[in-house]
């Protein structure tokens, strides 16, 4: 069992930025790929970005050039780096780590964070 904790999540003016934190509680965290996923009122979630346990980072097209995905294995965090923030990123943010083992698959999601985005 994989227990994630996100933190970061604030209200922040429009064009301003945030970095959201995701702590896991184990250390063979360096094995899984992670993930940064949304939830806006009334919309379904979706990918925000992730990044494997090799380094490859993919984006959601709505976030390129805004946000950065990283990872500290020795610390067992990831991390999103939100810049220029807009209205429409104003969701509640989840942390996953998602790993295949053999015919197993482990899929874990954090408990959220509110990122709110207004004047």
């Known amino acids: 069992q994989v227990q994630l904790v996100e933190s970061g999540g604030d209200l922040v003016q429009p064009g301003g930025s945030l970095r959201l934190s995701c702590a896991a509680s184990?250390?063979?965290?360096?094995?899984?790929?992670m993930g940064w996923f949304r939830q806006a009122p009334g919309k379904q979630r979706e990918l925000v970005a992730t990044?494997?346990?090799?380094?490859?980072?993919n984006y959601a097209n709505s976030v390129k050039g805004r946000f950065t995905i990283s990872r500290d294995n020795a610390k067992n965090a990831v991390y999103l780096q939100m810049n220029s923030l807009k209205p429409e990123d104003t969701a509640v943010y989840y942390c996953?780590?998602?790993?295949?083992?053999?015919?197993?698959?482990?899929?874990?999601w954090g408990q959220g964070t509110q990122v709110t985005v207004s004047t």
């Open positions: 996953n780590a998602d790993r295949i083992y053999g015919r197993s698959r482990y899929n874990y």
């Open positions: 184990r250390s063979i965290f360096s094995s899984y790929d």
């Open positions: 990044i494997t346990s090799g380094g490859n980072t």
